[in-house]
Protein backbone atom coordinates (compact mmCIF):
# COMPACT_ATOMS: atom_id res chain seq x y z
CA UNK A 1 0.00 0.00 0.00
CA UNK A 2 1.26 3.68 -0.92
CA UNK A 3 0.03 5.98 1.58
CA UNK A 4 -0.69 9.49 0.06
CA UNK A 5 -2.99 11.11 2.51
CA UNK A 6 -0.42 12.85 5.19
CA UNK A 7 -2.02 16.32 5.13
CA UNK A 8 -4.74 14.05 7.33
CA UNK A 9 -2.79 12.86 9.38
CA UNK A 10 0.82 11.54 9.00
CA UNK A 11 1.17 7.81 7.95
CA UNK A 12 4.31 7.39 9.46
CA UNK A 13 6.13 8.40 12.71
CA UNK A 14 10.04 8.12 13.61
CA UNK A 15 11.13 5.43 15.88
CA UNK A 16 11.99 8.36 19.16
CA UNK A 17 8.42 9.54 18.74
CA UNK A 18 6.81 6.00 19.00
CA UNK A 19 8.77 4.58 21.34
CA UNK A 20 8.51 7.78 23.43
CA UNK A 21 4.98 7.63 23.25
CA UNK A 22 4.72 3.74 24.31
CA UNK A 23 6.91 4.42 27.19
CA UNK A 24 4.19 7.40 28.09
CA UNK A 25 1.33 4.80 28.20
CA UNK A 26 2.80 2.61 30.18
CA UNK A 27 5.08 4.46 32.96
CA UNK A 28 2.59 7.58 33.51
CA UNK A 29 0.88 9.17 36.37
CA UNK A 30 -1.32 12.64 36.05
CA UNK A 31 1.21 15.34 34.94
CA UNK A 32 1.17 17.52 38.19
CA UNK A 33 -2.13 16.34 39.79
CA UNK A 34 -0.27 14.87 42.84
CA UNK A 35 2.78 15.12 44.81
CA UNK A 36 4.32 11.74 44.40
CA UNK A 37 7.37 11.14 42.30
CA UNK A 38 6.22 10.01 39.52
CA UNK A 39 3.49 12.81 39.02
CA UNK A 40 6.00 15.39 39.45
CA UNK A 41 8.11 13.55 37.21
CA UNK A 42 5.45 13.73 34.73
CA UNK A 43 4.83 17.53 35.13
CA UNK A 44 8.20 18.60 34.84
CA UNK A 45 8.69 16.73 31.13
CA UNK A 46 4.94 18.26 30.36
CA UNK A 47 7.30 21.66 30.96
CA UNK A 48 9.85 20.72 28.94
CA UNK A 49 7.81 20.01 26.32
CA UNK A 50 6.15 23.71 26.30
CA UNK A 51 10.19 24.49 26.41
CA UNK A 52 10.67 22.21 23.32
CA UNK A 53 7.56 24.02 21.11
CA UNK A 54 8.35 27.52 22.16
CA UNK A 55 11.66 27.46 21.51
CA UNK A 56 10.77 25.38 17.95
CA UNK A 57 7.92 28.05 17.02
CA UNK A 58 10.08 31.43 18.53
CA UNK A 59 7.26 31.69 20.85
CA UNK A 60 6.95 33.67 24.24
CA UNK A 61 7.26 31.46 26.47
CA UNK A 62 6.42 28.00 27.68
CA UNK A 63 3.76 29.19 29.95
CA UNK A 64 2.36 30.36 26.97
CA UNK A 65 2.16 26.79 25.40
CA UNK A 66 -1.19 25.20 25.58
CA UNK A 67 -1.55 21.71 24.96
CA UNK A 68 -4.96 20.62 23.05
CA UNK A 69 -6.09 16.93 21.37
CA UNK A 70 -5.61 18.69 17.85
CA UNK A 71 -5.13 22.08 15.84
CA UNK A 72 -9.17 22.34 15.82
CA UNK A 73 -9.71 22.81 19.26
CA UNK A 74 -6.08 25.23 19.29
CA UNK A 75 -7.90 27.35 16.92
CA UNK A 76 -11.03 27.41 18.40
CA UNK A 77 -10.15 28.55 21.91
CA UNK A 78 -8.25 31.11 20.07
CA UNK A 79 -11.50 32.43 17.54
CA UNK A 80 -13.62 32.55 20.55
CA UNK A 81 -11.10 35.01 22.07
CA UNK A 82 -11.06 37.42 18.84
CA UNK A 83 -12.05 41.28 18.95
CA UNK A 84 -13.84 42.04 15.94
CA UNK A 85 -13.47 42.86 13.29
CA UNK A 86 -11.81 39.89 12.01
CA UNK A 87 -10.49 39.78 8.32
CA UNK A 88 -9.56 36.13 6.90
CA UNK A 89 -9.29 34.32 3.74
CA UNK A 90 -11.57 32.09 1.50
CA UNK A 91 -8.60 29.52 1.86
CA UNK A 92 -9.56 28.46 5.31
CA UNK A 93 -10.71 25.11 6.60
CA UNK A 94 -13.51 24.62 8.52
CA UNK A 95 -11.69 24.53 11.76
CA UNK A 96 -11.48 28.37 11.12
CA UNK A 97 -15.10 28.68 8.80
CA UNK A 98 -16.96 27.47 11.31
CA UNK A 99 -15.87 29.29 14.49
CA UNK A 100 -16.26 32.54 12.10
CA UNK A 101 -19.59 31.88 11.00
CA UNK A 102 -20.66 31.46 14.93
CA UNK A 103 -19.40 34.54 15.60
CA UNK A 104 -20.91 36.50 12.16
CA UNK A 105 -24.35 34.75 13.15
CA UNK A 106 -23.89 36.50 16.71
CA UNK A 107 -23.65 39.94 15.32
CA UNK A 108 -19.75 40.16 14.52
CA UNK A 109 -18.12 41.68 10.86
CA UNK A 110 -15.89 39.14 9.04
CA UNK A 111 -14.17 40.43 6.22
CA UNK A 112 -13.11 37.29 3.60
CA UNK A 113 -10.12 37.95 1.42
CA UNK A 114 -10.30 36.23 -2.07
CA UNK A 115 -8.21 34.25 -4.32
CA UNK A 116 -6.14 36.03 -7.11
CA UNK A 117 -5.42 34.44 -11.01
CA UNK A 118 -2.65 32.32 -9.82
CA UNK A 119 -5.39 30.63 -7.30
CA UNK A 120 -3.13 32.00 -4.24
CA UNK A 121 -4.74 34.16 -1.32
CA UNK A 122 -4.84 38.06 -3.32
CA UNK A 123 -2.73 40.01 -0.52
CA UNK A 124 -3.44 43.33 -2.57
CA UNK A 125 -6.88 42.50 -1.99
CA UNK A 126 -6.22 42.26 1.39
CA UNK A 127 -4.43 45.12 1.18
CA UNK A 128 -7.33 47.27 -0.50
CA UNK A 129 -10.11 45.80 2.02
CA UNK A 130 -7.40 46.92 5.26
CA UNK A 131 -7.00 50.69 4.18
CA UNK A 132 -11.11 50.55 3.42
CA UNK A 133 -12.14 49.55 6.79
CA UNK A 134 -9.90 51.68 7.97
CA UNK A 135 -11.16 55.08 6.07
CA UNK A 136 -14.41 53.47 7.19
CA UNK A 137 -13.40 53.65 11.02
CA UNK A 138 -13.55 49.88 11.40
CA UNK A 139 -10.12 48.49 10.72
CA UNK A 140 -9.99 44.23 11.42
CA UNK A 141 -8.57 43.99 15.03
CA UNK A 142 -8.02 40.41 14.86
CA UNK A 143 -6.77 38.34 11.21
CA UNK A 144 -6.76 34.63 11.35
CA UNK A 145 -5.07 33.19 8.22
CA UNK A 146 -3.63 29.64 7.36
CA UNK A 147 -0.02 29.11 6.47
CA UNK A 148 -0.46 26.71 3.78
CA UNK A 149 -3.24 25.62 2.14
CA UNK A 150 -4.74 22.16 2.83
CA UNK A 151 -6.77 21.93 -0.69
CA UNK A 152 -3.42 22.85 -2.85
CA UNK A 153 -0.35 23.44 -0.93
CA UNK A 154 -0.32 27.18 -1.49
CA UNK A 155 1.24 29.81 0.80
CA UNK A 156 0.62 33.38 1.79
CA UNK A 157 3.52 35.59 1.87
CA UNK A 158 2.88 35.89 6.07
CA UNK A 159 5.92 38.64 6.45
CA UNK A 160 3.38 40.63 4.08
CA UNK A 161 0.47 39.79 6.00
CA UNK A 162 1.72 41.46 8.91
CA UNK A 163 2.97 44.93 7.58
CA UNK A 164 -0.62 44.55 5.84
CA UNK A 165 -2.43 45.03 8.70
CA UNK A 166 -3.00 47.34 11.26
CA UNK A 167 0.11 47.21 14.58
CA UNK A 168 -2.55 46.76 16.63
CA UNK A 169 -4.33 43.75 15.01
CA UNK A 170 -3.88 40.46 16.33
CA UNK A 171 -2.66 37.94 13.99
CA UNK A 172 -3.95 33.77 14.57
CA UNK A 173 -2.47 31.51 11.62
CA UNK A 174 -3.51 27.86 11.42
CA UNK A 175 -0.33 26.05 11.11
CA UNK A 176 -2.08 22.71 10.52
CA UNK A 177 -0.57 21.96 7.05
CA UNK A 178 2.70 24.09 7.59
CA UNK A 179 4.07 23.01 10.88
CA UNK A 180 6.91 20.96 11.16
CA UNK A 181 7.52 21.65 7.24
CA UNK A 182 8.63 25.13 7.51
CA UNK A 183 10.16 27.04 9.77
CA UNK A 184 8.30 28.93 11.96
CA UNK A 185 9.14 32.25 13.98
CA UNK A 186 6.51 33.75 15.63
CA UNK A 187 8.21 36.60 16.92
CA UNK A 188 10.26 37.44 13.26
CA UNK A 189 6.37 36.89 11.86
CA UNK A 190 4.54 38.89 13.97
CA UNK A 191 2.38 36.06 14.97
CA UNK A 192 0.38 36.57 17.86
CA UNK A 193 -1.30 32.96 18.04
CA UNK A 194 -0.09 30.06 16.37
CA UNK A 195 -2.34 26.81 16.25
CA UNK A 196 -0.81 23.84 15.90
CA UNK A 197 -1.63 19.91 14.73
CA UNK A 198 0.81 17.57 16.16
CA UNK A 199 -0.25 14.43 14.18
CA UNK A 200 0.76 15.65 10.79
CA UNK A 201 4.27 17.54 9.96
CA UNK A 202 4.98 18.24 13.42
CA UNK A 203 4.97 13.95 13.13
CA UNK A 204 3.40 13.16 16.71
CA UNK A 205 0.76 10.60 17.46
CA UNK A 206 -2.78 11.74 17.36
CA UNK A 207 -4.61 13.82 19.64
CA UNK A 208 -1.69 16.19 20.43
CA UNK A 209 -1.85 19.74 18.93
CA UNK A 210 -0.84 23.02 20.86
CA UNK A 211 -1.92 26.76 20.80
CA UNK A 212 1.21 29.02 21.09
CA UNK A 213 0.56 32.80 21.63
CA UNK A 214 2.13 36.29 22.43
CA UNK A 215 1.65 39.15 25.17
CA UNK A 216 -0.34 40.71 23.63
CA UNK A 217 -3.35 38.28 23.51
CA UNK A 218 -5.01 36.74 26.13
CA UNK A 219 -7.39 33.76 25.12
CA UNK A 220 -10.57 33.62 27.77
CA UNK A 221 -11.16 29.75 29.16
CA UNK A 222 -12.87 27.62 26.89
CA UNK A 223 -13.24 24.51 29.30
CA UNK A 224 -13.95 24.50 32.92
CA UNK A 225 -12.59 22.13 35.20
CA UNK A 226 -9.60 20.69 37.76
CA UNK A 227 -6.26 22.24 37.20
CA UNK A 228 -4.21 20.48 39.96
CA UNK A 229 -3.54 24.32 40.93
CA UNK A 230 -5.92 26.63 43.06
CA UNK A 231 -8.39 24.03 43.77
CA UNK A 232 -10.03 26.54 46.39
CA UNK A 233 -11.05 28.76 43.54
CA UNK A 234 -14.44 28.40 42.01
CA UNK A 235 -13.04 29.95 38.50
CA UNK A 236 -10.24 28.95 36.31
CA UNK A 237 -6.75 30.36 37.37
CA UNK A 238 -6.10 33.87 35.99
CA UNK A 239 -2.50 32.71 35.20
CA UNK A 240 -1.28 30.53 32.11
CA UNK A 241 -1.21 27.61 31.26
CA UNK A 242 -3.30 26.51 33.13
CA UNK A 243 -6.29 29.21 33.00
CA UNK A 244 -6.81 26.77 29.00
CA UNK A 245 -5.72 23.38 30.05
CA UNK A 246 -9.03 22.06 32.36
CA UNK A 247 -8.55 18.18 33.14
CA UNK A 248 -6.09 15.45 32.23
CA UNK A 249 -3.70 16.26 29.89
CA UNK A 250 -2.78 13.70 27.25
CA UNK A 251 0.27 12.78 28.59
CA UNK A 252 1.39 10.13 25.49
CA UNK A 253 0.49 12.63 23.14
CA UNK A 254 2.25 15.68 24.43
CA UNK A 255 4.92 13.53 24.80
CA UNK A 256 5.09 12.52 21.18
CA UNK A 257 4.70 15.95 20.09
CA UNK A 258 7.87 17.09 21.86
CA UNK A 259 10.03 14.13 20.22
CA UNK A 260 8.52 15.10 16.98
CA UNK A 261 10.02 18.88 17.09
CA UNK A 262 13.34 17.82 18.67
CA UNK A 263 13.74 15.19 15.31
CA UNK A 264 12.84 17.72 13.18
CA UNK A 265 15.13 20.33 14.78
CA UNK A 266 17.72 18.29 13.10
CA UNK A 267 16.30 16.64 10.00
CA UNK A 268 13.62 19.53 9.06
CA UNK A 269 15.94 20.46 6.45
CA UNK A 270 16.67 17.17 4.49
CA UNK A 271 12.64 16.34 4.78
CA UNK A 272 11.87 19.89 3.19
CA UNK A 273 13.63 18.84 -0.08
CA UNK A 274 12.84 15.72 -0.34
CA UNK A 275 8.84 16.57 0.18
CA UNK A 276 9.43 19.87 -2.22
CA UNK A 277 11.32 16.98 -5.11
CA UNK A 278 7.97 15.10 -4.80
CA UNK A 279 5.39 17.18 -5.54
CA UNK A 280 7.68 18.40 -8.34
CA UNK A 281 8.09 15.80 -9.95
CA UNK A 282 4.24 14.57 -9.58
CA UNK A 283 2.96 17.74 -10.77
CA UNK A 284 5.63 17.92 -13.38
CA UNK A 285 4.42 14.15 -14.73
CA UNK A 286 0.66 15.15 -13.82
CA UNK A 287 0.59 17.28 -16.66
CA UNK A 288 1.95 14.87 -19.34
CA UNK A 289 -1.46 12.98 -18.54
CA UNK A 290 -4.85 13.96 -20.77
CA UNK A 291 -7.42 14.68 -19.01
CA UNK A 292 -5.91 15.61 -15.30
CA UNK A 293 -6.20 18.73 -14.20
CA UNK A 294 -3.83 20.11 -11.44
CA UNK A 295 -4.46 22.93 -9.24
CA UNK A 296 -0.88 22.82 -7.67
CA UNK A 297 2.36 23.97 -7.63
CA UNK A 298 5.48 22.73 -6.35
CA UNK A 299 5.64 23.43 -2.57
CA UNK A 300 7.25 21.74 1.04
CA UNK A 301 3.97 20.87 2.76
CA UNK A 302 3.80 17.54 0.14
CA UNK A 303 0.35 18.76 -1.21
CA UNK A 304 -0.49 18.43 -4.88
CA UNK A 305 -4.52 19.00 -5.90
CA UNK A 306 -6.05 17.46 -9.45
CA UNK A 307 -9.02 16.57 -11.01
CA UNK A 308 -10.01 13.91 -13.17
CA UNK A 309 -12.25 15.54 -16.01
CA UNK A 310 -14.40 12.58 -16.36
CA UNK A 311 -14.00 11.05 -13.21
CA UNK A 312 -15.88 12.29 -9.64
CA UNK A 313 -13.16 12.79 -6.95
CA UNK A 314 -14.60 10.75 -4.46
CA UNK A 315 -14.80 7.81 -7.06
CA UNK A 316 -11.50 8.25 -8.32
CA UNK A 317 -9.82 8.15 -4.99
CA UNK A 318 -11.90 4.83 -3.62
CA UNK A 319 -10.58 3.15 -6.96
CA UNK A 320 -6.93 4.41 -6.29
CA UNK A 321 -7.12 2.41 -3.05
CA UNK A 322 -9.37 -0.75 -4.29
CA UNK A 323 -7.60 -0.99 -7.58
CA UNK A 324 -4.26 0.23 -7.26
CA UNK A 325 -3.38 0.29 -3.29
CA UNK A 326 -3.04 4.11 -3.13
CA UNK A 327 -4.28 5.83 -0.37
CA UNK A 328 -5.53 9.70 -1.14
CA UNK A 329 -8.41 12.00 -0.55
CA UNK A 330 -11.09 13.12 -2.42
CA UNK A 331 -14.32 15.62 -2.10
CA UNK A 332 -14.12 18.99 -0.16
CA UNK A 333 -11.81 18.67 2.06
CA UNK A 334 -13.42 20.66 4.95
CA UNK A 335 -12.44 23.56 3.17
CA UNK A 336 -15.52 24.44 1.10
CA UNK A 337 -15.07 28.53 0.30
CA UNK A 338 -11.57 27.01 -1.32
CA UNK A 339 -13.08 24.78 -3.61
CA UNK A 340 -15.70 27.68 -4.56
CA UNK A 341 -13.13 29.85 -5.55
CA UNK A 342 -11.24 27.50 -7.52
CA UNK A 343 -14.60 26.39 -9.37
CA UNK A 344 -14.24 22.87 -7.85
CA UNK A 345 -16.59 20.40 -6.60
CA UNK A 346 -14.33 17.97 -5.57
CA UNK A 347 -10.57 17.61 -6.03
CA UNK A 348 -8.14 14.74 -5.54
CA UNK A 349 -5.49 15.21 -2.92
CA UNK A 350 -2.58 13.47 -2.60
CA UNK A 351 -0.17 14.18 0.23
CA UNK A 352 3.05 13.24 0.51
CA UNK A 353 6.08 13.18 3.25
CA UNK A 354 9.48 12.69 3.73
CA UNK A 355 8.99 9.19 4.62
CA UNK A 356 7.08 8.24 1.51
CA UNK A 357 9.25 5.94 -0.68
CA UNK A 358 10.33 6.96 -3.84
CA UNK A 359 8.64 4.50 -5.86
CA UNK A 360 5.17 6.21 -5.00
CA UNK A 361 5.99 8.69 -7.69
CA UNK A 362 5.84 7.03 -10.40
CA UNK A 363 3.44 4.44 -9.52
CA UNK A 364 1.05 7.02 -8.80
CA UNK A 365 1.13 8.48 -12.13
CA UNK A 366 0.48 5.20 -13.74
CA UNK A 367 -2.40 4.29 -11.78
CA UNK A 368 -3.79 8.19 -12.36
CA UNK A 369 -2.77 7.87 -16.19
CA UNK A 370 -5.16 4.44 -16.32
CA UNK A 371 -8.08 6.18 -14.54
CA UNK A 372 -7.69 8.99 -16.80
Not at 63 to 90: D, G, H, M, Q
Not at 238 to 264: H, Q
Request: charged residues 20%; proline residues 6%.
Amino acid sequence: MIYLDNAATGGFKPDCVTSAASAALAHAANPGRSGHRLSLSCMERVVAARRILSEFFGGYGYERVVFTKNCTEALNIAIFSLPTPIITTVAEHNSVLRPLEKLKNGGAKIEYVPLNSENEIDLDEMERAVEVAARGGTPPRAAVITLASNVTGTAPDIMRVRKILPPECLLICDGAQACGHTEIDMHKCGIDGLAVAGHKGMLGIQGSGALLFSERFNPAPFMFGGTGSESYNPNMPDFYPDKLEAGTLNFPAVISLAEGATYLKEHMSEQKKRVEDFTARTIEGLKKISGVEVFSKPNPYGIVALRLKKVQSEMAAFALSEEFGICVRGGLHCAPLMHKALGSDGLIRLSFSAFTPPVAVEETLKAISALA
